[in-house]
């Protein structure tokens, strides 16, 4: 279903007759219903297919695309996702999920509830771990210099009670917290060592792609970027 903001078709007078009551169709574009952020293109290839992106741009890159979709509004079933759309929201997630408010509101819990890890979360070893000495250190523990734990970088499409985590497919990944409540970051790597989890789905029956605001807007940013490449290409 298309939102109230859908662009409806269309229609021009034929230029064959000032007179004439012929009307020829221009098409256009819509958003999802339940995200207006995301815009249906129909696909060339195929008139019963449709193209979703966060981009306006008609017609849309297909490297750029969320996926493709039978039915409206789409299902778990019905929508292909784009593997190379996974792979820049990855990307884009490792480079600025530690700056999201939620991910440092989460971090700081995690910090005042003195470097315990959260249920289900696993740490990286450090190399004092693996060699048997941590101490303290290694325990991750409050007053220590190790790491508090991992932070999950969740879809907001389904509410999580407190202390609970997300489900497997809302995850998109985790970062790093140190102890004392900062982000750990990797020689030579990104503030927060983000991990991709493999399991998040883009569409479940809550809903799709639900990014916060500063996330998204990331997102849109890189694609727009993406997008410009393509074209001077």
Partial sequence: ??????????????????????????????????????????????????????????????????????????????LAENPSFLSILSSVLAQHATQDPDVRSQAAVLASSSGAFLPGQKRAKTSREEGGAGGASGQGGAGGAGRGGWVHVADGRKAVDFGRIAEPEDIFGSVEVGAGGGFVREEGGMEGNFQWSGTYRVVTREGILGLSDFLRGKLIERLKEEEAKERRS
């Fill in 1 to 78: 279903m298309l939102s109230s903001r859908t662009i409806l078709r269309a229609y021009a007078r034929s230029p064959l007759s000032a007179s004439s009551p012929i009307y020829q169709p221009i098409r256009c574009i819509g958003t999802l219903q339940s995200n207006s952020h995301i815009y249906i293109h129909p696909s060339p290839s195929n008139p019963s297919t449709h193209i979703l992106s966060l981009l306006p741009t008609s017609p849309p890159t297909s490297r750029l695309a969320i996926g493709t979709t039978t039915t409206l509004p789409p299902t778990p079933s019905s």
